[in-house]
DNA sequence: TTCTACAGACGAACACTGTTCGCGTCAAGT
DNA sequence: ACTTGACGCGAACAGTGTTCGTCTGTAGAA
């Protein structure tokens, strides 16, 4: 079941509906409510297989921050090489499934061995996972051509236009920043991200 | 045309299909072909003119941390208000409109003014985005009912029976972190991400 | 071995979505 | 007043997830 459906997985979410799944079991779309109750849930089987990929470290509390960064970043290519599964981790409200459960736990680990504690690493896994899951997400749209060139650029020039139709004063950052948003510099958001997280994170282990 | 259509997504993105909005208007669904050329580009609309309203701070260097925390704050709150629009924050790949322009340069003006260069206040901007839209999409789901309590309460205690059956030692820190997950704690949980966001701002800022 | 009963697989249909084609109508230009 | 043009929009198309009721294959009883 599951494996039918990574085979489809890879050739992108949109592709994964009911009937395409069906036609790869050669039967109909109703025969797959027999192994799973809902698209959703087939959806999170889908997740949680990605998700048990990622390496859980042991806690060193010498590197913890080094630790941190390098889950999250775990997180995000597991995410990014499967195409399109970041969406669903989006619309998935509670994840109870068990790869997010040890990925949970490992996170918290670190960051308790960072100096946090329990509610302080609870709230910061929390915006890890909300920031990987939103990279991850950007991250996908561009990789997989689902996102064509030409669009991108001919809304560049729409926005060039349209803030340069207002006073020169209005934009005086916004009309300089189009060089750092190339596809090069996505890592580097990532690593300025990932950096900014751990120096408020050390601030603020470093008040208890 | 905008204005029918604010009227409706006061019902719940959910409600907005063209043929719901047609019908408001007395019309067919293809009538509204005329005005806009997508779904998507209405989707953009409504966007632009929830986030238009978002007040933008002139930049005080004395207090400028507190300002960064306004915005995201005012911007997320201004989502919520608006059923289901978070949604369409997050598969519009780049966001043209002229309220998310003004709103990016008010954050640049205000990182700025905090002492990072403009390469630096890009990036914290990009993430300070992404995370507004990640926390405004799940505060979205549980201030309007999109998410159901009995589900999210059986789904916890799927996920405590799963953690139980393991080791002790396998969850020492996921099994102790629920009461940290109520409604309440959603604030709580915005402003400690806030508190580390500006913290590692403080310190990035302080290394130039 | 033969008959029965039950559970599981699945074909066909339903309700819904966004989008397009081309007809009909209405207003403006000569 | 007649023709011409454009534009609003009804109906249809190609999809989607999901459900209902039939049909089959198998396991157990006689």
Redesign the interface.
């Known amino acids: 079941m599951k494996t039918a459906l990574e085979v489809l997985a890879k050739e992108g979410l949109d592709a994964v509906t009911m009937r395409r799944v069906a036609q790869e079991l050669e039967t109909g779309p109703a025969s797959l409510y027999a192994h799973v109750s809902n698209k959703d849930e087939l959806a999170e089987l889908m997740l949680d297989a990605v998700l048990a990929d990622v390496p859980r470290p042991e806690p060193d509390p010498a590197r913890w921050d080094e630790q941190v960064k390098e889950l999250v970043r775990a997180q995000i290519r597991a995410m990014v090489a499967h195409r399109g599964i970041a969406r669903v981790a989006?619309h998935i409200?509670?994840p109870?499934n068990?790869s997010s459960?040890h990925l949970?736990?490992a996170m918290?680990?670190l960051l308790?061995a960072g100096g946090l504690d329990?509610?302080?690493?609870?709230?910061?896994g929390?915006?890890l996972a909300?920031?990987a899951?939103?990279?991850a997400?950007?991250a996908s749209?561009?990789t997989w051509g689902e996102?064509d060139e030409t669009d991108?650029t001919e809304?560049?020039e729409?926005?060039m236009a349209?803030?340069r139709s207002l006073p020169a004063e209005?934009?005086?950052?916004?009309l300089?920043?189009g060089e750092?948003?190339s596809a090069e510099t996505a890592a580097?958001?990532l690593e300025?991200?990932l950096?900014?997280?751990?120096?408020?994170?050390?601030?603020?282990a470093a008040r208890n």
Chains 1, 2 share one sequence.
Do not use: C, H
């Open positions: 989006w409200a509670v109870v068990p459960l949970g736990e918290l680990a308790r329990l509610k302080q690493a609870t709230f910061a929390d915006a909300l920031y899951k939103a990279y997400y950007e749209g561009w996102i991108v809304r560049g729409q926005m349209y803030m209005s934009f005086p950052n916004m300089r920043i750092f948003f580097e958001r300025f991200a950096d900014m997280y751990l120096a408020g994170l050390k601030a603020i």
